[in-house]
């Protein structure tokens, strides 16, 4: 598979969760790589935790994680919004970027994912005046 993320469309991606973030204390970030083997749950969980993402004051970080030439991506959310809005809610975030992937919109899945994920966490964790960004707006990875 081609690199479906060059720079433009990685811009577009920061700018989405931005634009998410600014109505929200959450934390959102996509980290893409070539390869991932058939555990790409654990995968995504090893790299939320070395981008440091459970350590947001509210625990509501989530990352995207998406494997571009094996095809596999993953949602992981900390504690903070998986208690909010549990399994059915990152099933329907799943299936959305799922219909726009076999479509063959890499770029268009991922801001399905960040725009959707952006909805819950200012629903459960709207933005505050003291709130702080704790994290990059970057896309990681390859």
């Avoid at 991606?13 to 058939?38: L, M, P």
């Amino acid at each position: 598979m081609v690199n479906l993320l060059d720079k433009n469309a990685r811009q577009e991606i920061v700018e989405a969760i931005r634009r998410a973030e600014s109505r929200t204390s959450g934390e959102i970030r996509v980290h893409v790589a070539k390869k991932c083997g058939e555990d790409v749950l654990g995968r995504a969980r090893k790299i939320f935790m070395k981008l440091g993402m459970h350590r947001t004051k509210q625990r509501n970080g989530v990352l995207i994680f998406v494997a571009l030439d094996s095809r596999f991506f993953a949602i992981v959310g900390d504690s903070g919004i998986h208690h909010a809005v549990g399994d059915s809610f990152w099933s329907g975030v799943r299936d959305k970027m799922a219909e726009c992937f076999r479509k063959g919109g890499i770029r268009e899945g991922i801001l399905a994912g960040v725009a959707g994920v952006g909805e819950k966490l200012e629903r459960y964790f709207p933005v505050g005046s003291a709130d702080r960004n704790e994290l990059p707006d970057t896309v990681t990875g390859g």
